[in-house]
Protein backbone atom coordinates (compact mmCIF):
# COMPACT_ATOMS: atom_id res chain seq x y z
CA UNK A 1 0.00 0.00 0.00
CA UNK A 2 1.38 3.50 -0.55
CA UNK A 3 0.64 5.56 1.93
CA UNK A 4 0.27 8.92 0.21
CA UNK A 5 0.71 10.05 -3.91
CA UNK A 6 1.35 13.57 -5.44
CA UNK A 7 0.25 13.84 -8.80
CA UNK A 8 1.38 17.16 -10.57
CA UNK A 9 -0.09 17.97 -13.94
CA UNK A 10 -1.76 20.97 -15.39
CA UNK A 11 -4.45 19.32 -17.13
CA UNK A 12 -7.76 19.19 -15.15
CA UNK A 13 -8.73 15.84 -17.42
CA UNK A 14 -5.84 13.82 -17.32
CA UNK A 15 -5.85 14.59 -13.71
CA UNK A 16 -9.18 13.33 -13.25
CA UNK A 17 -8.51 10.21 -15.36
CA UNK A 18 -5.67 9.66 -13.20
CA UNK A 19 -7.15 9.95 -9.95
CA UNK A 20 -10.08 7.51 -11.31
CA UNK A 21 -7.08 4.71 -12.11
CA UNK A 22 -5.97 5.64 -9.09
CA UNK A 23 -8.49 5.18 -6.73
CA UNK A 24 -9.35 2.19 -8.77
CA UNK A 25 -6.58 -0.16 -7.33
CA UNK A 26 -6.89 1.04 -4.17
CA UNK A 27 -3.38 1.15 -3.54
CA UNK A 28 -3.26 4.41 -1.94
CA UNK A 29 -4.43 5.99 1.44
CA UNK A 30 -3.80 9.66 0.32
CA UNK A 31 -3.88 11.17 -3.22
CA UNK A 32 -2.80 15.10 -3.26
CA UNK A 33 -3.64 16.73 -6.85
CA UNK A 34 -1.71 20.10 -7.90
CA UNK A 35 -1.89 21.70 -11.47
CA UNK A 36 0.78 23.86 -10.69
CA UNK A 37 4.58 22.74 -9.95
CA UNK A 38 5.22 25.53 -7.95
CA UNK A 39 2.24 25.16 -5.81
CA UNK A 40 3.22 21.62 -4.85
CA UNK A 41 6.06 22.69 -4.47
CA UNK A 42 5.18 25.32 -1.80
CA UNK A 43 2.89 22.67 -0.11
CA UNK A 44 5.67 20.16 0.16
CA UNK A 45 8.11 23.05 2.25
CA UNK A 46 4.75 23.39 4.31
CA UNK A 47 4.30 19.56 5.43
CA UNK A 48 6.61 17.45 7.76
CA UNK A 49 8.89 14.86 6.32
CA UNK A 50 6.84 12.12 7.56
CA UNK A 51 3.87 13.49 5.92
CA UNK A 52 5.63 13.16 2.85
CA UNK A 53 4.40 11.82 -0.42
CA UNK A 54 6.26 8.29 -1.11
CA UNK A 55 5.24 8.28 -4.88
CA UNK A 56 5.33 11.85 -7.13
CA UNK A 57 3.85 11.48 -10.89
CA UNK A 58 4.95 14.45 -12.37
CA UNK A 59 4.38 16.12 -15.75
CA UNK A 60 7.32 18.00 -17.30
CA UNK A 61 5.27 21.13 -19.96
CA UNK A 62 3.55 22.97 -17.43
CA UNK A 63 3.63 26.58 -17.26
CA UNK A 64 4.52 28.81 -14.28
CA UNK A 65 7.03 26.23 -13.73
CA UNK A 66 7.99 22.68 -15.31
CA UNK A 67 8.71 19.63 -14.25
CA UNK A 68 12.30 19.95 -15.00
CA UNK A 69 12.25 23.42 -12.76
CA UNK A 70 10.22 21.50 -10.16
CA UNK A 71 13.01 18.62 -9.99
CA UNK A 72 16.15 21.66 -9.63
CA UNK A 73 14.02 23.09 -7.16
CA UNK A 74 13.25 19.63 -5.45
CA UNK A 75 16.41 18.50 -5.10
CA UNK A 76 18.05 21.86 -3.97
CA UNK A 77 15.31 21.65 -1.06
CA UNK A 78 14.80 18.10 -0.42
CA UNK A 79 17.08 15.41 -1.93
CA UNK A 80 18.99 15.07 1.43
CA UNK A 81 16.03 14.87 3.52
CA UNK A 82 13.11 13.09 2.36
CA UNK A 83 12.98 10.31 -0.72
CA UNK A 84 10.29 10.06 -2.73
CA UNK A 85 9.88 8.42 -5.53
CA UNK A 86 8.97 10.53 -8.52
CA UNK A 87 8.33 9.03 -12.02
CA UNK A 88 8.17 11.45 -15.49
CA UNK A 89 4.67 10.95 -16.01
CA UNK A 90 4.27 12.85 -19.56
CA UNK A 91 3.11 12.79 -23.30
CA UNK A 92 6.15 14.39 -24.60
CA UNK A 93 7.80 12.01 -27.44
CA UNK A 94 11.08 14.87 -27.45
CA UNK A 95 14.23 12.84 -27.18
CA UNK A 96 15.88 15.99 -25.76
CA UNK A 97 13.35 15.33 -22.82
CA UNK A 98 13.75 11.68 -22.17
CA UNK A 99 17.29 12.64 -22.07
CA UNK A 100 17.33 15.51 -19.52
CA UNK A 101 15.69 13.21 -17.09
CA UNK A 102 18.53 10.95 -16.80
CA UNK A 103 19.95 14.15 -15.00
CA UNK A 104 17.38 13.85 -12.40
CA UNK A 105 17.31 10.76 -9.33
CA UNK A 106 13.78 9.92 -10.79
CA UNK A 107 12.91 6.64 -11.06
CA UNK A 108 11.13 6.75 -14.42
CA UNK A 109 9.66 8.51 -17.58
CA UNK A 110 6.72 7.58 -18.87
CA UNK A 111 4.30 8.01 -21.42
CA UNK A 112 0.51 8.92 -20.32
CA UNK A 113 -1.84 7.74 -18.96
CA UNK A 114 -1.12 6.43 -16.37
CA UNK A 115 -1.91 2.52 -16.10
CA UNK A 116 -2.97 0.35 -12.83
CA UNK A 117 0.01 -1.94 -13.50
CA UNK A 118 2.57 0.91 -13.37
CA UNK A 119 0.29 1.72 -10.05
CA UNK A 120 1.24 -1.58 -9.02
CA UNK A 121 4.78 -2.26 -10.16
CA UNK A 122 5.90 1.03 -8.49
CA UNK A 123 3.95 -0.35 -5.04
CA UNK A 124 6.11 -3.40 -5.15
CA UNK A 125 9.35 -1.19 -5.84
CA UNK A 126 8.41 0.61 -2.94
CA UNK A 127 7.58 -1.92 -1.02
CA UNK A 128 10.86 -3.92 -1.29
CA UNK A 129 12.51 -0.17 -0.66
CA UNK A 130 10.95 -0.14 2.30
CA UNK A 131 12.23 -3.42 3.38
CA UNK A 132 15.93 -3.12 2.27
CA UNK A 133 15.55 0.57 4.40
CA UNK A 134 13.98 -1.62 7.51
CA UNK A 135 16.57 -4.22 7.69
CA UNK A 136 19.30 -1.47 7.33
CA UNK A 137 18.31 0.48 10.33
CA UNK A 138 18.05 -3.09 12.34
CA UNK A 139 21.62 -3.96 11.08
CA UNK A 140 22.89 -0.64 12.29
CA UNK A 141 20.84 -0.52 15.42
CA UNK A 142 22.31 -3.66 16.44
Known amino acids: MIKKILLIDDDYATNEYH ?19 DEALEWLKSIEENEFPSLIFLDINMPRM ?8 YEKEFSKSVSSVIVML ?11 SKNYNIE ?14 MDTKLADSEEIDHSSKQNNEE
Request: charged share 20%; aromatic share 10%.
Open 19 to 37: KIIINSTSICNDLVVFQYA
Open 66 to 73: NGFEFLDE
Open 90 to 100: TTSINPNDREK
Open 108 to 121: GFINKPLTAELLHS
